[in-house]
Each structure stands twice: as structure tokens, then as C-alpha cells.
């Protein structure tokens, strides 16, 4: 897999899952300080964002990890999507802007984004392996012993004992 998609990496699918596009700004510090989660759309086309999906970062967080280690620690990113990236990537200062797949909640949109913003890349999350069959081998070998039963509970004897209480009281006071 590419780091760049073959379609256009500005159009999101509605059906798109396991891709994170990742952009910096070009704007001053202090400019750049007021873009949180909640105003990012502004800036890129008013598109309509899952604010709480969407992640405005400071490469200085990032320090130790840098960017690609946190693309692919945090996203999930191949190291093939990686590949010949890292030193670009992690020499970008200044406000990381990540916009997972879900950020976009399911609607199929188009960002336009501003001119003070860089896009560094489409990038996609490892493919699981799709699941095989166990053999009966391997499947016996991994059989659980069969749980225990849930103790009686608690509260179940006690109204137990309540019922044989009243019944007792009755009996008595029917002699």
C-alpha cells in the first residue's frame, strides 16, 4: 500500500475506513493556536467533522515519538505507508492536524482546504489478516475446560430463606 492513494485524496468516501489524512499549517504561531477540533473545518472547506475524532496537535507533544512513530503507534500506519517518509515527516514543526476516516461520520464530502494548510498525506491503517480455520488439532488444543457455574446468588438464598421464614410464620399460626 501507498502513502497516496490513487484517487483523489481530498474526496471521502461515505463507505471509507482505516485511513487518516494528515495536514500542518503554514499560519504564525499565534493564528495557528486558535485552530482546535471544534473551528478545523473552517479550514477545510466547511465540511462537516466528528469534532471528537479529529486531533489538532503540536509536534512538540510529539517529541520522542515524532510524527511517523505516532502515525504508526497511534494509527496503526504500515511501515510500508512510512517508507521513505520518516525524516520529511518528523522534520514537520509547528500544528499536526489528524482526521481519521471517522472524523468524517459516514458522509461522503469533498475537503477544499485552505491555502495556509499543507497536506502531508493519505495514509492507511495495517489490513488484519483475514481469519482461517482452526484445524480439529488446533481447535482441541485450545478448548477452555467449561466454566464454572455463577455460585447461587446471594440475594437468591436470602429471599429463599424469607419465603421459608413466612411459610414457618404461617404454619404456626394456623395450629
Known amino acids: 500500500m501507498t502513502a497516496q492513494i490513487d484517487k483523489d485524496p481530498f474526496a471521502v468516501s461515505e463507505h471509507e475506513f482505516?485511513?487518516?489524512?494528515?495536514?500542518?499549517?503554514a499560519l504564525d504561531a499565534e493564528e495557528a493556536s486558535k485552530i482546535t477540533a471544534?473551528?478545523?473545518?473552517?479550514?477545510?472547506?466547511?465540511?462537516?467533522?466528528?469534532?471528537?475524532?479529529?486531533?489538532v496537535v503540536p509536534t512538540h507533544v510529539l517529541q520522542g515519538l515524532g510524527l511517523t512513530g505516532y502515525l504508526k503507534e497511534g494509527y496503526g500506519v504500515s511501515?510500508?505507508?512510512?517508507?521513505?517518509?520518516?525524516a520529511q515527516l518528523d522534520a514537520v514543526s509547528g500544528l499536526v492536524?489528524?482526521?481519521?476516516?471517522?472524523?468524517?461520520?459516514g458522509i461522503a464530502q469533498v475537503i477544499d482546504p485552505h491555502p495556509s494548510m499543507r497536506f502531508l498525506g493519505l495514509f492507511?491503517?495495517?489490513?488484519?489478516?483475514p481469519p482461517r480455520m482452526m484445524s480439529r488439532a488446533e481447535a482441541a488444543e485450545g478448548t477452555l475446560e467449561t466454566p464454572m457455574t455463577n455460585p447461587k446468588n446471594p440475594l437468591d438464598a436470602q429471599r429463599q430463606r424469607s419465603?421459608?421464614?413466612?411459610?414457618?410464620?404461617?404454619?404456626?399460626?394456623?395450629?
Open 97 to 105: 492536524i489528524f482526521l481519521p476516516a471517522s472524523a468524517f461520520g
Open 79 to 86: 511501515l510500508d505507508d512510512l517508507a521513505g517518509r520518516g
Open 124 to 129: 492507511s491503517e495495517v489490513k488484519a489478516e
Open 163 to 175: 419465603w421459608f421464614i413466612a411459610l414457618g410464620a404461617l404454619l404456626i399460626m394456623a395450629t
Open 18 to 25: 482505516g485511513n487518516v489524512r494528515v495536514f500542518t499549517t
Open 38 to 55: 471544534q473551528n478545523v473545518n473552517r479550514l477545510l472547506g466547511d465540511i462537516a467533522l466528528v469534532e471528537d475524532k479529529v486531533e
